[in-house]
């Protein structure tokens, strides 16, 4: 069973932003051992999906990599603003 990973990533992360419509899941790169996500929310939201000293996005990515290893993949996740 494949884990869907922008599913995954969008579930965590809507809970979290005050503009929800701005947020965007992106997967760039998807092989056999990679997968590179790209997640996009709006400027304001940044500091949330981040958050103090990068908890919350250390804590997503370690939910990701578990679902990741799973499958054998390595997965990066790079958040920005738009």
Same mark, same amino acid.
Not at 13 to 34: A, C, G, R
Not at 61 to 67: C, D, E, L, M
């Given at each position: 069973?494949?884990?869907?990973?922008? +599913?995954?990533? +969008?579930?965590? /992360?809507?809970? !979290?932003?005050?503009?929800?419509?701005?947020?965007?899941?992106? /997967? !760039?790169?998807?092989?056999?051992?990679?997968?590179? /996500?790209? !997640?996009?929310?709006?400027?304001?939201?940044?500091?949330?999906?981040?958050?103090?000293?990068?908890?919350?996005?250390?804590?997503?990515?370690? /939910?990701?990599?578990?679902?990741?290893? +799973?499958?054998? +993949?390595?997965?990066?996740?790079?958040?920005?603003?738009?």
């Amino acid at each position: 069973m494949a884990v869907d990973f922008e +599913k995954l990533i +969008k579930n965590m /992360i809507m809970p !979290l932003v005050v503009n929800p419509d701005d947020v965007l899941v992106k /997967i !760039l790169f998807d092989d056999e051992n990679t997968v590179n /996500i790209q !997640l996009l929310v709006n400027e304001a939201d940044l500091g949330r999906v981040i958050g103090k000293g990068g908890k919350i996005a250390s804590a997503m990515r370690t /939910i990701v990599y578990a679902g990741a290893s +799973k499958e054998g +993949k390595r997965v990066q996740i790079d958040i920005d603003s738009f």
